[in-house]
């Protein structure tokens, strides 16, 4: 999944990945919420912005009652997560 991790001079860290397609990528450049900024290619800046200001507007009207459960390989999920965190200590 990581091509290449690079830590920058200003203490960033600076991340390629191969995704499947542009959904896969904007759901989880998302899901690492503001520590993460898109840098390439547009069309995912445009989509991940269009949806943070989509999931802002959701989150202003009432409380509809959704729920998320991570059923298909939690474990490799938590594992990528934790790992691409505790790079960032």
Same mark, same amino acid.
């Given at each position: 999944?990581? #091509?290449?991790?690079? +830590?920058? @001079?200003?203490? &960033?860290?600076?991340? /390629?990945?191969?995704?499947?397609?542009?959904?896969?990528?904007?759901?989880?450049?998302?899901?690492?919420?503001?520590?993460?900024?898109?840098?390439?290619?547009?069309?995912?800046? #445009?989509?991940?912005? +269009?949806? @943070?200001?989509? &999931?802002?507007?959701? /989150?202003?009207?009432?409380?509809?009652?959704?729920?998320?459960?991570?059923?298909?390989?939690?474990?490799?999920?938590?594992?990528?997560?934790?790992?691409?965190?505790?790079?960032?200590?």
């Amino acid at each position: 999944m990581w #091509q290449s991790f690079e +830590e920058q @001079a200003d203490g &960033s860290v600076m991340v /390629t990945v191969t995704l499947p397609d542009l959904q896969w990528a904007a759901s989880m450049a998302l899901g690492f919420g503001p520590i993460l900024t898109v840098l390439e290619p547009d069309e995912l800046r #445009q989509r991940v912005s +269009e949806w @943070a200001k989509r &999931s802002l507007s959701i /989150t202003h009207r009432e409380n509809r009652g959704i729920h998320f459960s991570f059923s298909e390989q939690p474990e490799a999920f938590a594992r990528i997560a934790g790992e691409f965190l505790s790079r960032l200590k």
